[in-house]
Nanobody, 119 residues
Framework: QVQLVESGVGLVQAGGSLRLSCSAS????????MGWFRHAPGKQRVLVAS???????NYADSVKGRFTISKDNAKNTVHMQMNSLKPEETAVYYC?????????????WGQGTQVTVSS
């Protein structure tokens, strides 16, 4: 079984910063990529940022230059530093893991963590 533990629930004023972390544990053979999605009220869940096993990163256009995703391979952990946050970025943020489990490609979601940006 694979588990994702998210941390970094936050309330911050517009222009402030938050850091989210997600740690994966369990029967993971290898990680393909990890990332963060967000789901705002009335909107679809969308990709915010992801990082592949090789270290390549992918960001939503709206967060480029403000968010930075990084990983700690030894701990199967991904961090996302979010700067200059905007009220419209208030959402539930979900960690996503794409990995190999017993030679099968699997995808897992965290339980979600609330980020609220006040104006």
């Amino acid at each position: 079984q694979v588990q994702l533990v998210e941390s970094g629930v936050g309330l911050v004023q517009a222009g402030g910063s938050l850091r989210l972390s997600c740690s994966a544990s369990g029967t993971i053979f290898s990680i393909n990529h990890m990332g963060w999605f967000r789901h705002a009220p009335g909107k679809q869940r969308v990709l915010v940022a992801s990082i592949a096993s090789c270290g390549s990163t992918n960001y939503a256009d709206s967060v480029k230059g403000r968010f930075t995703i990084s990983k700690d391979n030894a701990k199967n952990t991904v961090h996302m530093q979010m700067n200059s946050l905007k009220p419209e970025e208030t959402a539930v943020y979900y960690c996503n893991l794409d990995c190999m489990v017993l030679f099968t490609k699997r995808n897992f979601w965290g339980q979600g963590t609330q980020v609220t940006v006040s104006s």
